[in-house]
Every structure is written in structure tokens, then in C-alpha cells.
């Protein structure tokens, strides 16, 4: 049984398209098919995290949605660029970084419904245990598209004031569209603050499960694109809270 | 009639002069009809028009200005010239009957010389009078035909020249103007990078040009809105609307919840929505509307989306000939109600089944008794099993033919036809 999870955050910068990568990586190494679609088309980004160039994409995500390929097309097997076996695969569906290809999506648009049908097929097509999207920041019609049909929700935050706000409108947002299992993670939490009194009181604020605190950490930041750290740092108490919320994310809840 | 021989009236004609007078004019070839008591009606001799009027004033009771009043304001004689026969102390009459529109006179006792040129020169004018009529007649004729054709050449311009026919189906309109134009259309298009086909039936409800004009507006704002790639902007998101959409329909299986949009279902939605929104809020006081039905078709599995927004059903025919579905209203018509909902709604088009749309053109056909052709009847010749959706409209439309032959066609009619082929044929 397939499972689709969005991982969303109201305001950019939040780290989750890192988080995104990290907790494929995970369900990968327990030995799921995995495919991540980068669905965040005005600033593509986790590509990157993969080690891919602009010249490794001979088909994006904007080359299915502009009617050139099929979707599965798209899909490029990342695994062997990890350098670290995996029992599992991972594939990514990028989006264009080319900054025509930018420009004419903001221009023209394109049919929304296209990415509901390109989920169903990837997970058809690529046998995927695990559909994760990649989405853009803030509420838009593919974030509402992507939240309605996930299985669950994880919904990536910074402690402080304004992604307080903005979290709490896609908050309620999610649950309008009855999205079986939502989570909150919690990123780049300053050293300085307790994890656990962060934890309650986001709990607390939306009344919604905080599947995990992640520390600020200077190591994800020098990191970059030299891999993925879950991979690289297996024992890191980074990754073990990482481990965690792919845990909650992939059960149904208690 | 250019002979110089025409059709008098001479009125008052008991009197032994007149006897003689009318007598002569018979003799020089005229055709005379002699009226020789009243009731002095111009009515009584508006069948069959004179075309010039002798009025003897020596009549008894003749009132004889108001005679030639009435005369003058009769639709049938009111151009037909009359000449006074008057005694020569009867000025006074003259001149009023002048006054009320006699066009000259003579004066007993009557020379046969004037006579003769003045019936001649009256006869004469009659005709150029007659002739000027005709001419007007044909002109508003005229402008009425090329008012039609206006109508007619603005319609056809905007039905599709070619129907798309993507593999394994087979796509064909029937489209037969009424006299009168009225407004039907139709239209197929691909959308969504060609992975669907989209197709329209609507009816204007009106007639002539102002329903070309119509829709020639509505078919071009369906187009255009279909091809056009709206996004919702966080703000619109955050109002009931489009939350409620997604999340209000009862099963939330994954690709079974239906307000989540699919390959071309919002440009399905926005065609018809924003063009009833442009409608309404831009041409109110046409106080015109279409009924619409618009299908979306994903030609690679049969998968129908649509919008019937007061337009009757179309039908879903098996190849048996057993109708499997009737796709009913799910909205009002086009261009009636603002910040209306337009419901999308499913069917499945298997192979060997045909979808048939028409317009109530072809329902309310009528034969020369005056009898409708009725759903009833199309219904059993859909109902026959058909290979070719051109055949199954060749059958319709050459039964429409046949049930209307001596009658007039007031409604245009329209169909199209949309068969999925047989893996076999194919």
C-alpha cells in the first residue's frame, strides 16, 4: 500500500527541502522505492542536496507539466549518487532550474490537475512505497492539491513569530481538507531553547503532534550539497530525531 | 399593363351619364367597375384595388371629402388617384375634396377629349406610384435577407472548420441553420497539451443577429478561458470556496475525490464559469443566455468529465443501441445568475459507444401538421445499433428530413456524435 507524503512550510527558509531529502533517505535505507517531486517550480532547490547540475536534468517536472514527456520521464534514479547503499532506490522528479523555463511557468501557468494525474502514474509506474512533494512555500493551489491527496502531512516550521502565524493558517487549511495524519516538525531551533518546552508549546499553540524538535546545526548548514547528511552522519543525534519523525510520518497515528 | 388599358372605379354610377361615360371608357379598353349605390365604404372595394377612382359628386348620399379621406388613409387604395366629376356650380365641393386628397376634376358636362387625357395621365401616375411601392417592398426584403445573412456568415465563422480525431475515436458534428438564425454552436478543441479533447453543444436563446453576435461572444470566451491556466492565489485559498470544493465530496480514496482537480477539469470549470461571470457582470441588459454542455474526454481511457449547464442531456449509447446514460444538468445556463457553481460530474465512454449531444433544435423539429418530432423518437433511433457516430448522425438527420419535408425549420439544429472505435476496427 503506496503512502503520499507532502512536506510543506508556510514561509521559505525553513530547511524543508533538506528535511525532505533526509527523511527519503531514510525510508530508502530501510529498503522502500522512494520518489521525491520537487513541485516548489519558482525556486528549485533539492536537486542540489542530490548533487545534480543543470546538465544532469535532460527532462523536468516543467517538461511533463508543458506536455513533452510523460512524468516518469522525468523521474531520474538517484540512488547511485549517494555513494552509500541503499536497500532501497530513491528517484527525483526535478524542476527546471533554467531560468527561461522559470519565467514561461510564471507566464503561462499550467494545468494544476496534470500534477494530481502525474502522482497516481509515478506511483503506478515506479512501483513507489513512498511518494514524498516537495512544495512550494505558502498556499496555492498545488499546495491544497498535494496536502488533499497525501496520506500525511508534514508541515515544517522555525520557532519564531511569524511562522507561528503562517503555520497556524495551514493548519487550518489541512484540516478543512481532512488530511488523514498531520505533523509539525520543528527546525533550526536555537541551541539556546529546550526542545521539550518547544515541543509542548507548539503542541500546545495548534493542537497538532510535533513529530520532532531539530536543532540549528552548523553541520547541515557546511554540508550543503556534498550529500545527505542522515547518510553521512548515521549517529548524529540529528538523525536519529530525523529517523523519529519518518517514523511518525510513515504510521497512521496511535 | 403598359398598354394604357387599366382598372377604374367609377363611383355613383346610376346616373344616365355616367352610364354613358362608363360605357365609352369600356370601349377604349379599360376595365370598368361601376358602383351605383352605397353604402359608400372605401373597404368594399379593397379587395381588388382600382387603380385610378372616378367620384361623381352629384352622388346622393355620398359625403364625398370624407369618401376621399377614407380613400387616401386605405392601405389597398390609398395610392390610387381620383378624379372629381363635378357639376360647374359645385366648386365648393371641389376645392374640399381637392383638400382631402382628389388629385383633379372635370367639369360637366364632361368632354370625352379631357377625359381620355386625364384618365391616361392618372393611369400613368398610378403606375409610377405602384412601382415605388414595390421597390420598397423588395428593399425591406432585402435587408431582412442580408440581415439573415449577416447572422448566418458570423455563425458559420465560428464552427470549427476541422473536428480533432484523436486515435481510437471517431468525432462528427451535424449542424443545419434555421432560416431565422438562431444561435446554435458547437466546438471541439484539445486541451491540456493534447491529452484531452474537450467539445461543446450549446443554444443560444434568442433568434437573428443579435443571437449570432451571441454567440460568436460566448463560443470565443469558452475557448479562450479553456486555454487558459488559472491559479488560485493564497488569498483565494484562504476563503471557503476552493477548500470546500477540494474537500467537499464524500470519498477521500485517493484519485476517487472529486473536487481535486485532474488533467483539464479546472480549465473544464473556469471555461464555463468565468464566462458566465463575464456574461453576467458585462452584459446584463442583453438578457441573454445559453444553454451549455461542455465534455471533457481523456481519449486514452474513456474517462468523461463534464459541465451541463441547462442543456438537454446528452446520451451515452451502448453498441447494443441500449442508452447506458443520460448526462444530466449540473448548473443553470451560461450567462443567467452570478457567482454561480458549476458542477463537473463523470461517465465512462467504452469501446463501441457513442456519445450523441444535440440542440432541442432537433426534439422540437416540427412536420407540416405541426407535430414535434419528440425525444421519444430520437431516443429509437439512437437506440439502433450504429458503426459509425457520421452514420448514427446521417440516420438522425435523414429522419429529421423526412418528418419535416413542407414545413419550415425554426430552430437550428445540431448534434455531434462521439464514438470510442473497437479495439478490432481500430
Known amino acids: 500500500m503506496s503512502r503520499v507524503i507532502s512536506v510543506h512550510s508556510f514561509r521559505g527558509g525553513t530547511g524543508k527541502s533538506n528535511t525532505t531529502a533526509n527523511i527519503a533517505a531514510l525510508l530508502a535505507a530501510e529498503g522502500r522505492r522512494v520518489c521525491i517531486v520537487d513541485t516548489d517550480i519558482l525556486s528549485p532547490g533539492i536537486h542540489v542536496l542530490f548533487g545534480i547540475e543543470e546538465d544532469d536534468v535532460t527532462k523536468s517536472l516543467n517538461d511533463y507539466l508543458w506536455g513533452k514527456c510523460n512524468i516518469e520521464d522525468a523521474a531520474q534514479d538517484v540512488t547511485e549518487r549517494l555513494r552509500v547503499p541503499l536497500k532501497g532506490r530513491i528517484y527525483l522528479v526535478p524542476s527546471s532550474m533554467k531560468a527561461g523555463d522559470i519565467a514561461r511557468v510564471l507566464r503561462e501557468g499550467y494545468d494544476v490537475g496534470l500534477l494530481n494525474d502525474g502522482y497516481q502514474r509515478l506511483l503506478e509506474v515506479l512501483k513507489l512505497d513512498v511518494l514524498m512533494i516537495d512544495t512550494h512555500p505558502g498556499l496555492n493551489e498545488e499546495t491544497l492539491l498535494s496536502i488533499a491527496i497525501s496520506d500525511a502531512l508534514a508541515i515544517v516550521m522555525r520557532p519564531d513569530s511569524q511562522d507561528y502565524q503562517g503555520t497556524a493558517v495551514t493548519v487550518e487549511v489541512a484540516r478543512k481538507l481532512d488530511v488523514p495524519r498531520m505533523l509539525l516538525i520543528v527546525n533550526k531551533t536555537p541551541t539556546s531553547f529546550n526542545a521539550a518546552e518547544v515541543k509542548a508549546r507548539v503542541e500546545r499553540t495548534f493542537g497538532c503532534e510535533v513529530a520532532a524538535v531539530l536543532p540549528h546545526s552548523e553541520e547541515m548548514m557546511t554540508l550543503a550539497s556534498d550529500g545527505i547528511f542522515v547518510l553521512r552522519y548515521p549517529n548524529n543525534p540529528m538523525t536519529k530525531l530525523l529517523q523519529q519523525a519518518a517514523n511518525r510520518l510513515m504510521s497512521d497515528g496511535d | ?426
Not at chain 2, 179 to 199: H, I, T
Not at chain 2, 415 to 422: G, H, N, Q, T
Request: hydrophobic residues 45%.
Open chain 2, 1 to 426: 399593363m403598359d398598354n394604357g388599358k387599366g382598372r377604374l372605379l367609377v363611383v355613383g354610377g346610376a346616373q344616365p351619364h355616367l352610364k354613358s361615360l362608363s360605357q365609352r371608357l369600356g370601349e377604349a379598353g379599360h376595365t370598368v367597375t361601376v358602383a351605383e349605390q352605397g353604402p359608400w365604404a372605401p373597404a368594399r372595394f379593397a379587395s381588388e384595388p382600382p387603380e385610378l377612382l372616378l367620384l361623381d359628386l352629384r352622388t346622393p348620399d355620398l359625403d364625398a371629402p370624407r369618401f376621399v379621406a377614407q380613400v387616401r388613409a386605405d392601405e389597398a387604395l390609398g395610392d390610387s388617384p381620383i378624379i372629381l366629376l363635378a357639376a360647374p356650380d359645385d366648386l365648393v365641393g371641389v376645392e374640399r375634396c381637392l383638400a382631402a386628397g382628389a388629385e383633379d376634376y372635370l367639369l360637366a358636362p364632361i368632354s370625352p377629349t379631357l377625359l381620355k387625357a386625364q384618365v391616361g395621365e392618372y393611369l400613368a401616375i398610378s403606375r409610377r406610384r405602384q412601382e415605388a411601392r414595390d421597390r420598397a417592398k423588395q428593399e425591406a426584403f432585402l435587408k431582412m435577407e442580408t440581415d439573415l445573412q449577416v447572422a448566418r456568415r458570423i455563425q458559420e465563422g465560428f464552427l470549427p472548420k476541422e473536428l480533432p480525431q484523436p486515435a481510437g475515436w471517431e468525432v462528427a458534428a451535424n449542424f443545419k441553420p434555421a432560416r431565422e438564425v438562431a444561435g446554435d454552436f458547437y466546438d471541439a478543441f484539445m486541451l491540456s497539451q493534447k491529452r484531452r479533447l474537450g467539445f461543446v453543444v450549446a443554444d443560444v436563446v434568442d433568434k437573428g443577429v443579435p443571437a449570432a453576435l451571441f454567440m460568436a461572444l460566448v463560443r470565443s470566451l469558452t475557448r479562450a478561458f479553456a486555454q487558459q491556466n488559472y491559479s488560485l492565489s493564497w488569498t483565494t485559498v484562504l476563503e471557503d470556496d476552493p477548500v470546500a470544493r477540494i474537500a467537499g465530496s464524500a470519498s477521500r480514496a485517493r484519485g476517487g475525490k472529486r473536487g481535486i482537480p485532474s488533467t483539464g477539469t479546472n480549465a473544464l470549470r473556469n471555461a464555463v464559469l468565468l464566462t458566465n461571470n463575464y456574461i453576467v457582470e458585462n452584459h446584463e441588459d442583453l438578457n441573454m443566455f445559453a444553454t451549455l454542455f461542455f465534455g471533457l474526454l481523456d481519449p486514452s481511457n474513456g474517462q468523461l468529465a463534464y459541465i451541463n449547464a441547462g442543456h438537454n442531456p446528452p446520451f451515452v449509447v451502448g453498441p447494443d443501441g441500449a442508452v447506458k446514460a443520460a448526462l444530466k444538468g449540473t448548473g443553470p445556463a451560461v450567462g443567467m445568475f452570478p457567482a454561480t457553481d458549476f458542477r463537473i460530474d463523470y461517465a465512462q465512454i467504452d469501446p463501441g459507444d457513442v456519445l450523441y449531444a444535440y440542440t432541442d433544435g432537433v426534439t422540437e423539429a416540427r412536420d407540416a401538421a405541426r407535430r414535434f418530432f419528440t425525444e421519444k423518437r430520437l431516443l429509437s433511433l439512437l437506440s439502433q445499433p450504429a458503426d459509425s457516430a457520421a452514420g448514427l448522425l446521417e440516420r438522425v438527420d435523414s429522419s429529421l428530413r423526412q418528418f419535416m419535408a413542407g414545413a419550415v425549420q425554426f430552430d437550428d439544429i445540431t448534434m455531434m456524435a462521439i464514438r470510442r472505435k473497437l479495439p478490432s476496427s481500430m
